[in-house]
Structures are given as C-alpha cells and as structure tokens.
C-alpha cells in the first residue's frame, strides 16, 4: 500500500485530496490529509464581512463537510518534514509518507513593511485574514456612524427648531 499525505485541507489540499481518490485505487493508495484546523476558511468571504454582509460565522464550515470518503483527515500541527527519511513532524506524532502535498497556503506578512505595524488594524485595515476582516467591520462601522452623525448635525443647523423648552431646541429629523 502506497501512503499519499497532503499537508493543509484549505481549497488547494482539498481539491488534490478529492481528484487523487478519484484517479487512484483505494486498495493500492491510501490518502491522508493533516490540517492544524479543523474549521475550513471560506477567504473570499472575507472580502463581505467588512461591509457586513456576511458575518465571520458565514465564512466557516467545518473541515469534515468537505474531506471526500476514502481520505483519512489528521488533526495535527506540522512542526517539520525529514524528506530523506520522509516522515512528518507534528505536535502529536510522526507520520510516514511516500508521495508528500504540500498545500500549506500563505499568510500576509505587514510587519515586513516599514511603518505598517504602527497603526495596523487601526487606520490601517486589510481583509486578507479573518482577523482582518473583522477589525474592518468595526473601523467602517465607527466611520459611518461617524459620518451619519456628522451629516445629522450639518443638517440640525440648517434646520430651524420645530419648538424650544428652555435652552433646548427640539428638531425634527428627516424633515425639510
Ligand atoms: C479576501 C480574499 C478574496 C479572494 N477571492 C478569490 C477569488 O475570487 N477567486 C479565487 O480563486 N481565489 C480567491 N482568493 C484566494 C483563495 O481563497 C486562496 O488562494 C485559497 O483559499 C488558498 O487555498 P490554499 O489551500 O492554498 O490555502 P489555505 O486555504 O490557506 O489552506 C492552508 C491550510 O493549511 C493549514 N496549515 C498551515 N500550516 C499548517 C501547519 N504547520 N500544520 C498543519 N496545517 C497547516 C491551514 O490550517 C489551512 O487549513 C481570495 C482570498 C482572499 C483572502
């Protein structure tokens, strides 16, 4: 029996995983796929949280609704690969292999620009990870508000107060 293990069940380990088992003999070829995760990340679902029309929720389903029968999912962090001996270091074991995947994906990286760190997630916003997208969410929500509430005053003065009680003016919003 030949061991196939693909290292990361995002869309990339996946999609191997699941055309490997339709071309190759479940009798000769065993397929194993080792993620530290075992939620899976619909990423470009992340570009609609900031805007609120998806939540962070809506963009997380769990791996095992995709892993395709016949292929053995591992719950493991890989720590490293010994390709002479071909064995896989994780956090809780070894793993044999014969043919290695590895479909690890990638990370942004703004602390390797000058200067992007100081006000990272603040004013400086990206929707290239959850986190990301989240922190977006709440800065377009402040600057709408913001906003909103900017638009409401300018339109409070150009308004005359409907009635006044003592030093307070009442308005009418939405009125002309
Ligand atoms: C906002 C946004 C919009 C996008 N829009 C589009 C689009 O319109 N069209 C399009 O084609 N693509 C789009 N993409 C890109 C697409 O989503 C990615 O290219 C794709 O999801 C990457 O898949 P992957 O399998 O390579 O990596 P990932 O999905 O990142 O999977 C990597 C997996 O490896 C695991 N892993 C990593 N390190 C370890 C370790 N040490 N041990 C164990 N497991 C590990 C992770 O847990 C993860 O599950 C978009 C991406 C973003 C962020």
């Known amino acids: 029996m030949k061991n196939i293990?693909?290292?990361g069940s995002g869309s990339g380990g996946t999609m191997v995983a699941t055309l490997l088992r339709r071309q190759l003999d479940e009798k000769e070829w065993?397929?194993?796929i080792i993620d530290r995760?075992?939620?899976?990340h619909y990423q470009p679902g992340w570009l609609f949280i900031p805007f609120g029309i998806y939540s962070a929720a809506d963009c997380i389903k769990p791996k095992s609704d995709f892993i395709p029968n016949g292929v053995d999912f591992v719950l493991d962090e890989v720590t490293g690969i010994d390709p002479?001996?071909?064995?896989i270091k994780a956090?809780?074991?070894v793993y044999n292999y014969d043919w290695l995947v590895i479909a690890t994906?990638?990370?942004i990286m703004p602390d390797e620009i000058d200067g992007m760190m100081e006000d990272w997630r603040n004013n400086i916003c990206d929707?290239?990870?959850?986190?990301?997208a989240v922190a977006l969410q709440k800065k377009m929500k402040y600057l709408l508000l913001q906003q909103s509430n900017r638009q409401k005053l300018q339109e409070m003065r150009l308004l005359k107060p409907e009635t006044r009680q003592g030093s307070i003016y009442i308005y009418s919003m939405g009125k002309n």
């Open 5 to 7: 293990v693909i290292l």
């Open 30 to 32: 065993k397929i194993t």
């Open 37 to 40: 995760d075992w939620q899976h």
């Open 84 to 87: 002479k001996q071909r064995v």
């Open 91 to 93: 956090k809780q074991g």
């Open 105 to 107: 994906g990638c990370r």
């Open 127 to 132: 929707f290239y990870s959850l986190e990301g």
